[in-house]
Structure formats: C-alpha cells, structure tokens
C-alpha cells in the first residue's frame, strides 16, 4: 500500500543505506533507488502513531521490505550491466552523495503516490550531475506524463518487460520519453529478484507468487492498474524460495500478492513449495479461504503465520468486490476458522467511505473490540490515481486541491466527506486508532496471536511427524 508523507516518517527508524561502495568499473552500471517507509503527513496524526505500538511495529515492518520491483529488475540486466540497491525513506542528504559514488550511467528510481513528489525531486537533483533517470511504479503508470516532466524516462507496467530496451537505450544516449509494454504482452519466464543485492542478512524478503487480482474493487490501484491477473508458474516459486535458503535457514517472508488464493493455481503444489523452504510467511487473500478446508489444514504446517483480509467498510458496498461481498457474519465465520487453523488474521478496515458519521465509527470500534481479531490495519479511504474511485470523487469535484500527492499515505485526508467534514473526519480518525490501538487492546490482540501462533506450531509439528501420503 502507498505510505509516505513529505514530513516525518514512522519509517525513518529503519533508514537504510546504499550497499555498493564506489569501485573501478568499465561496465556500465545502474544505481537502483526505492524509497521506502511508512509515513505520516498530519502532525497530530503521526505524533498519535508514534505513541501506538501496533502502528509503529507495522512502520517499521514495512519499512524492512526490499523494492520487489527493482531487484526483478536488476534480475533482467544485460550481462554486461552493474547494479547496486539504495533503499531509503528520504531523500536525505546521504542519499544522493551515496548514489553518486556508485558511478551509475542510469539511475532507477521506484516510488508510491505519497512519495513520488521527493521521487520526482530527487531525480531532477541525479540530473543536475548529468545522469539520466528512469521512474517506474504503480503512479508512474497511473501519470505517466506527469512523471516524463521529472526524469529522462518513464516505465509504464510491468518494468521487466521494457528493461532491456530502457537499458540498450540508455548506453546509446537515446532514452524515449514513455516505455510501455507491448499490447497483449505477457511475461513467461518470471525472473527471479537479485536478493544479493540486499545485503549478507536482510531481516525479511519479499516474493510474488502471482500478479494482480482477479476482483477490481474500485479503491485498488493494484489489482488492474499493472497488467491482467497471472500466477507465477510453481516450479519458479521453487527456485526463488530455495534461493532464500542462502540467507537463512527459516527466512521470514511476506507475499508480495493482492490476493494468494484467487486463483485456480495447483495449490497442493505451491503448499509443497512452502512447507520445503521452511519460510515462515505472510500474505493477503479475501475471506472465502476460511471457507476451504482443504486449504486451511495445509496453511500452518506450510509455515504461514499471518493472512491479512480486508473487511473494508462496515457501512458502504464499494464496487468492484464481486465475489468478495457478503454479510459481515459469514466473513468472521471464515476469519475464526483461518484462525483455528493457527493462522493470525490482520483484519483490515477502511475509515471514510460514503455514508460515514460519527456514529458508524464508534460501531467500528465497538466491532473491533469485541471482534476475535488477532490483528487489525485500520487505514483512511485513499483514492489513488488510477482507480475507480479516484475518477468517481474526481469527477464529483470532492478531491482536496491544497492537499497533493504527499498526502496520500492511508492516514491523511484527500477529499471532502459526504457526510462528515475534512475536520470531523479527522479527529473520528484520529479517536478510533487511540481506542482500537490502546494499551489494553493491544494487549488483549497481543495474546491472542501466542494462542494463535502456538496452535501454529503445534500443527506444523504434526505434519513433521506425519508426512503427507
């Protein structure tokens, strides 16, 4: 999810520097530059955020995971090409002295919509020392002629697919204005990230076991705005996990998918692949996984520890969901059965769609208080460039003018209420985290994840002792 504000930042805490020192070099190089981290634009807001512990352990969770991006990327490089890795939350002022030395012929540059104005910033400061920049992601594709004004290049989809050609151009001082893929276009061969690019021992890895999602709820920016909905071919899920193996011997992994179960992929398979590489995982999928047993008993012994499953409004049916809408009764059935299974559930809820009053949130927090929850991501409505619902509040003339891109992190507002004002909204916001995020709620969450978890491993003991037939 987008997460990043122009001020401060929860994932500040886990800045991380460049990896590569500057060497001699005769081939030409690419210095690749995420920026990461989970950021917070309202003051008030993040001052809130620092003082909730559940809020602060997901900024510093997210600010660990690696730019899946880049490293597939630097995966499909020319055998003549370098690359080196530059994570970081901020265009601080290491950054770019720290890219410089790397001596790039092209800099890379992966940003989300909350930060793609510090992206933007940071490419036209590479430039100023004559090093052409290359943008790419989920906003670069939604604004790709914006992001052109900023950079020498713009990579629109799946980034894999251009790279050979954005790279033979670059060394030929030929880069076009727009790269997009070809119509009709599929990646088959699933290239696997150059993890070694991260470092001796990153504290978690990312891996994709399928692209987008077969739903098209209308606040995704996911789901459709990349490409057509694949799943990664079982026996590439077998190379990347075992690859992991170099690193540690129980990696910690978070699925980098919209949806893991979807899809209508061999999963007997794909759980062999899991249960081998002894990774402990995370993942998203919709609730109906509570609704399949023959999924849930290989989940745990496969080592997935948590799923998380958007719930989303508890008053406003947003389209798109398909399949994914129900009554809110069989969505907790399914929810306590994944969690029986010994698997924790982060329930996810959005804060602000149509039809929001100051009565509904405090049923939301009456909810979640007395829900079987394990965890919970409680995030604002954030219309994203590229989705359905950007267009509808866009062409409602309801988006905020003086607040931009730099306020789209999930935490700040963007747009005018229905029923409530910018202000309202804010501090009902604001209320609703303090008492979903409290000491005592945390603490109550907080042991229901050991129960969980030692279910957990009583399970994956289980199928230890008893292999499959």
């Keep these: 999810a987008p997460l990043r504000a122009t001020g401060a930042s929860l994932g500040s805490l886990c800045d991380t520097a460049g990896r590569t020192p500057a060497l001699p070099q005769s081939m030409p190089h690419v210095a690749l530059v995420p920026f990461t981290g989970f950021r917070i634009r309202d003051s008030e807001m993040l001052a809130l955020g620092m003082r909730l512990p559940g809020l602060a352990r997901r900024g510093r969770a997210l600010a660990e995971l690696p730019s899946l991006g880049l490293l597939t990327l630097a995966a499909c490089n020319p055998e003549h090409w370098s690359s080196s890795y530059h994570p970081s939350a901020t265009a601080g002022e290491k950054l770019l002295p720290q890219v410089i030395a790397a001596r790039p012929d092209l800099v890379a540059i992966s940003a989300l919509t909350a930060s793609i104005e510090e992206a933007y910033a940071f490419s036209r400061q590479v430039q100023s020392h004559g090093i052409p920049t290359v943008i790419g992601g989920l906003h670069a594709t939604a604004c790709p002629n914006e992001a052109a004004q900023h950079c020498d290049a713009v990579v629109v989809g799946y980034g894999e697919l251009a790279w050979p050609e954005v790279l033979a151009d670059a060394e030929a001082g030929r880069l076009r204005a727009v ?199 409680i995030t604002l409505q954030t219309p994203f460039p590229g989705t359905v619902l950007y267009d509808r509040l866009a062409k409602a003339g309801r988006l905020l003018p003086v607040r931009g891109w730099s306020h789209y992190t999930l935490f700040d507002v963007t747009y005018e209420p229905d029923a409530l004002t910018v202000a309202e909204l804010e501090e009902g916001f604001r209320e609703v985290l303090s008492a979903v995020y409290s000491a005592a709620a945390s603490a109550r969450r907080n042991q229901l994840r050991r129960d969980i978890w030692n279910t957990n491993r009583k399970r994956r003991w289980a199928s230890r002792r008893s292999p499959r037939i």
Excluded: H
């Design 179 to 377: 790269y997009r893929p070809p119509l009709g276009a599929a990646k088959t061969d699933w290239p696997r990230p150059r993890f070694d690019l991260l470092g001796e021992s990153p504290p978690r890895f990312t891996i994709q076991t399928e692209r987008g999602c077969p739903l098209a709820c209308e606040f995704c920016g996911a789901s459709r705005l990349l490409g057509r909905f694949q799943e990664k071919p079982t026996a590439n899920l077998a190379r990347e996990f075992e690859g992991l193996r170099t690193y540690s011997r129980r990696p910690l992994v978070e699925l980098a998918d919209d949806n893991t179960f979807a899809g209508t992929r061999d999963f007997d398979a794909f759980f062999d692949v899991l249960t081998a590489s002894a990774a402990r995982w995370f993942t998203e999928s919709d609730w109906r996984l509570g609704e399949r047993p023959e999924l849930l008993a290989r989940l745990a012994p496969a080592g997935c520890m948590q799923v998380l499953v958007g719930i989303e409004s508890l008053v406003f049916r947003y389209p798109g969901q398909g399949v994914k809408w129900t009554e809110l009764t069989r969505i907790m059935r399914a929810i306590e059965a994944i969690q029986a299974a010994g698997v924790v559930v982060n329930g996810c809820f959005i804060v602000g769609a149509e039809g929001e009053t100051r009565a509904s949130l405090a049923r939301l927090v009456e909810f979640v208080l007395a829900s079987p929850l394990a965890e919970v991501q």
